[in-house]
């Protein structure tokens, strides 16, 4: 049985009810990753969504800023300092180009924030589930304790992003997910502390 069939009896969706969520709210989650263009060596990011970024305020990027790349993830994303900029999967054959040319590293990421979000994908969320990922969780250096606040504090707006939407997606929800659906939660200053919060989180190996 889906987590959406059994969500009166989960302790991740006590509190939600579906498709209670405005129309504005939902259209406002589906922000994209703006535009990304490479000019010489230099990455040029505009209309980027997330201000707390450096992206929001910058356009562009130099070599010298640059850490890794990953076309991996589901948007790419480029590491800057402590903190990914996610583009667009259409950038897919310009960023290895890009890469390759200045010998820039092609990582995988994390997958912390996969983890987290687990209970709130269209599937089966088990007890046996639960204690597999607080076990990977732990060795990632999360306790149970912050395990439970992270879920408790992105639940509604997880739910509202997956299921208010239509979105229901059951395979992965990662930290562009929980960005995306809880910049619509909360205040500049609010969402600012949650954005690097994240991106610590998402940069743990």
């Known amino acids: 049985m889906s987590l959406i069939q059994d969500y009166n009896d989960d ?36 209309d980027y969504p997330f201000e707390p970024s450096r992206a929001y305020h ?8 640059i850490n890794n790349i990953s076309v991996t ?11 990914l900029i996610f583009v667009s999967t259409e950038n ?8 390759h040319k200045n010998h820039i590293p092609l990582v995988g990421r994390s997958y912390v ?5 687990e209970p709130f994908l269209d599937t089966d969320y088990s007890t046996e589930t639960d204690e597999r990922l607080t076990l990977l969780l732990a060795k990632a250096g999360l306790s149970e ?5 992270l879920r408790q504090e ?5 739910l509202k992003y997956n299921f208010d939407t239509m979105l229901w997606e059951w395979v992965n929800l990662d930290v562009f997910d929980v960005l995306r659906a809880m910049r619509t939660n909360y205040d500049k200053e609010q969402f600012s502390d949650f954005y690097k919060r994240a991106m610590a989180i998402a940069l743990m190996d």
């Open 145 to 149: 304790e912050r395990i439970f606040e």
């Open 73 to 83: 993830s589901r948007p790419f994303s480029i590491q800057v300092q402590g903190e």
């Open 11 to 46: 302790i991740w969706t006590r509190g939600w009810r579906m498709f209670t969520t405005s129309k504005k709210e939902l259209e406002n989650m589906f922000v994209g990753t703006g535009t990304m263009q490479i000019i010489e060596n230099n990455i040029v990011i505009r």
């Open 154 to 158: 992105v639940k509604t707006q997880m």
């Open 58 to 65: 910058e356009q562009i990027f130099k070599l010298s800023d």
């Open 92 to 99: 897919k054959s310009e960023l290895l180009t890009f890469a």
């Open 113 to 117: 924030w996969s983890w987290i979000l």
